[in-house]
């Protein structure tokens, strides 16, 4: 159902995409300063994707709707429930909220996909169990690169460039599909008894997971559901998200892509944020003896802005506002937890560091990001906290996945940006 209606959208994008190319491509719309070129070329407007947009206020709009306009929106299991995550990748692959029937059908096609093939648990049961959740995440998924849809039929010369988009889709759907399980899998490996629990012919994506992980409750699974549609997009400018997009560039599949862009994730400025931000918490839960009063997280936090680190969960290279993802994390809590002294810890931090922050007069945000809770609630149940990356990328293959079908079917071609001299920008600066 899925194919279908992209099938019916994807010429009219096309044609869009061409036009901005070669109609309007002479259009300058920024000027490019050297402290971009030397600093990450962070704020340069060389991406276009129509999937998801992060507004510096209000935060993240998938396809055009807020975190709370689509928790209302999107179709749900049940009275408050939180919605089916196959709704949300309907509405990032078409643009359109789903109706439950077509949030069904995107479960119904993970649902036909879902089971961990042998040899990739033969993969991940061959390295040491010491291996980090990551790198056995990458591992698997490279693994599953033998059964791509578009790598054999793109060797084969079957394929125009126009076409590009209908097996990366199915590449996609299988990658997603079975990243449940996957990631369960390797969560027993490390953390359980190491074996392999199959998916739930009944259950859909959010609730499998809770299930494959052991931890079949109510509460766990919308918290399932909840984590993976708030980490599934973030614009395809960060690290993850670019690193496939660019991989995918070169056409290589969508196994290599999300593999790469995982290996993104695993770096301690992008994926880990949400494990230093617990490790912060409990250190002043445990500093303290207990949940700290205002004054005193006031004072760790002083402690430490003066041993010259930053304080962890807090700021944001876009955002200037309280993280519409942390308020809903926060809101998730409060229902369900608010007796957690973990919680009631985030809560004295709430209130007191984005005030520490502003007199410390460096974070241009000193409001709380996603990271800031997302780990407090998966500490609750129990999950381990150097897994937390892998459910960051769980959630995150979402967005991906529906940003490479996308590229794909406008044909956006290979990146490759333009480097220069340290002589060359002195000269540039001198003359200018
Ligand atoms: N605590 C202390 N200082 C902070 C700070 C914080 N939480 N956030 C920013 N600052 C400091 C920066 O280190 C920088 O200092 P210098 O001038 O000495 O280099 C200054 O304030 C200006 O930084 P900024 O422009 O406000 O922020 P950046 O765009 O450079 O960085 C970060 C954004 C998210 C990396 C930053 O706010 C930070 O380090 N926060 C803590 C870590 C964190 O929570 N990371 C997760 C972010 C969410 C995410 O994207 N996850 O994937």
């Avoid at 990551?134 to 126009?162: H, Q, W």
């Avoid at 997971?209 to 931890?215: C, D, E, K, V």
């Avoid at 079917?409 to 001198?430: C, F, N, Q, W, Y």
Wanted: no cysteine; aromatic share 10%.
């Amino acid at each position: 159902m899925l194919k279908q209606v992209l099938a019916q959208k994807v010429p009219e994008w096309q044609a869009r995409v061409r036009k901005l190319a070669k109609e309007l491509g002479e259009t300058p719309i920024d000027t490019v300063h050297i402290r971009q070129t030397v600093g990450g070329m962070r704020g340069l407007k060389v991406l276009v994707t129509d999937i998801s947009y992060v507004d510096p206020y209000k935060g993240i709009h998938f396809r055009g709707y807020t975190i709370p306009e689509i928790l209302e929106a999107l179709p749900k299991p049940g009275e408050g429930e939180m919605p089916y995550v196959g709704g949300l990748y309907w509405l990032l692959m078409t643009g359109d909220l789903p109706t439950k029937e077509q949030a069904l059908s995107v479960e119904e096609a993970w649902k036909e996909r879902m089971s961990l093939p042998e040899e990739t648990q033969a993969v991940i049961r061959a390295m040491p169990k010491d291996t980090h959740p990551m790198t056995l995440f990458t591992l698997g998924i490279l693994a599953m690169r033998n059964d791509s849809t578009f790598a054999p039929l793109y060797a084969e010369g079957k394929l125009k460039k126009t076409d590009l988009w209908g097996p990366t889709l199915d590449d996609a759907l299988l990658l997603t599909g079975r990243l449940p399980a996957l990631a369960a899998f390797i969560y027993s490996y490390k953390y359980g008894d190491g074996s392999y629990k199959a998916p739930h012919p009944d259950l859909d994506w959010g609730a499998n997971f809770a299930y494959m992980m052991g931890l079949d409750t109510p509460v766990y699974r919308n918290l399932s559901r909840l984590y993976f549609i708030l980490h599934s997009d973030h614009e395809v400018g960060n690290a993850s998200a670019h690193t496939a997009h660019l991989v995918n560039s070169t056409l290589a599949d969508v196994f290599y892509a999300f593999a790469a862009g995982m290996s993104a994730l695993a770096g301690p400025l992008h994926g880990l944020a949400n494990q230093n931000a617990l490790r912060w918490l409990l250190g002043a839960y445990e500093k303290y003896g207990g949940v700290p009063t205002p004054e005193q997280m006031e004072a760790y936090a002083w402690d430490t802005l003066n041993a010259g680190q930053v304080i962890p969960g807090f700021g944001h290279a876009v955002l200037r506002a309280t993280d519409p993802r942390y308020k809903a994390f926060y809101e998730f809590a409060e229902a369900q937890m608010a007796d957690s002294v973990l919680f009631q810890t985030a809560q004295v931090a709430y209130q007191v560091i984005p005030k520490v922050l502003q007199e410390h007069g460096k974070a241009k945000n000193p409001w709380p990001n996603v990271d800031a809770m997302s780990g407090v609630l998966q500490k609750h149940f129990g999950v381990e906290p150097l897994f937390y990356t892998v459910l960051f990328g769980l959630g995150r293959s979402l967005g991906i996945t529906s940003h490479l079908t996308w590229a794909r079917a406008v044909g956006l071609p290979i990146e490759r940006p333009k480097s220069v001299t340290t002589d060359m920008l002195l000269e540039m600066a001198a003359q200018a």
